[in-house]
């Protein structure tokens, strides 16, 4: 490992030691991020600090055991350098939970409002899944690719809406698709698969089998996802 490394280290961690507001914690910070990605692999508080040689390891244990801390300004820092790396508008945000329960009042995920640009969305299905998720992104003008479950009801892309009249009853209030919808396992069922490798993993060459299908997803009447129908 270079022998530099270090100060790379403490020049890259700098403002987030800053925002931290905190002398003693500012000193600590760079310590411990480098007791955990340095030499050794004993990573516990105790034999991290024997490595430094220049922090106690009361001091250490102290930062990383002293209570809950403010995550806002150290999460504004880091949308802050993440732009400046790589933000822009061919720049992609990659939606991903770390299954932690949510806390608070705050809803999560307010990137754009930190001033981070982006054009393109990723996402797996637990999000894709869902329908206000999809069309959210399209009202804020990104462009976006998501996963979906195969048990997603889907129409062929040539569905029409047809309104039609009631012989009996009262007048429908709303249009209607002129088909069913299947799955999107049932929709790609007949089309030609092809195997796609795309790089080499640490098991080996990373492959799988694509269709593609143009399709409309069911979600349904804007009016009647309210109570949970599509």
């Not at 206000?132 to 399209?138: H, I, K």
């Not at 002129?178 to 069922?189: C, T």
Request: charged share 25%; hydrophobic share 40%; net charge positive.
């Amino acid at each position: 490992m270079d022998g530099n490394w270090q100060a790379d280290l403490e020049r890259w961690v700098a403002p987030f030691a800053a925002a931290l507001r905190h002398k003693t914690k500012a000193r600590m910070c760079p310590a411990y991020v480098a007791g955990l990605i340095g030499p050794g692999d004993r990573k516990s508080i105790q034999p991290m600090a024997a490595r430094d040689g220049t922090v106690s390891y009361d001091r250490l244990h102290h930062f990383i055991g002293s209570g809950v801390w403010d995550a806002a300004p150290l999460e504004a820092v880091l949308l802050a350098e993440a732009d400046k790396m790589v933000g822009g508008g061919d720049a992609w945000l990659i939606v991903d939970d770390t299954a932690l329960p949510k806390k608070g009042r705050h809803s999560v995920g307010r990137v754009i409002a930190s001033g981070a640009r982006f054009g393109y969305v990723l996402a797996d299905s637990g999000y894709g899944s869902s329908g206000p998720f999809r069309q959210a992104l399209s009202e804020r003008g990104l462009k976006w690719a998501v996963g979906l479950s195969r048990r997603q009801n889907v129409y062929p892309a040539d569905v029409t809406l047809i309104f039609p009249v009631a012989k009996t009853g009262r007048r429908r209030k709303y249009h209607i698709p002129d088909r069913p919808p299947v799955s999107a396992e049932a929709m790609l069922a007949d089309e030609k698969w092809q195997k796609v490798s795309w790089r080499r993993g640490t098991k080996g060459r990373l492959s799988c089998l694509f269709a593609a299908c143009r399709v409309r997803v069911a979600d349904g009447h804007k009016h009647r996802m309210l109570d949970g129908r599509v």
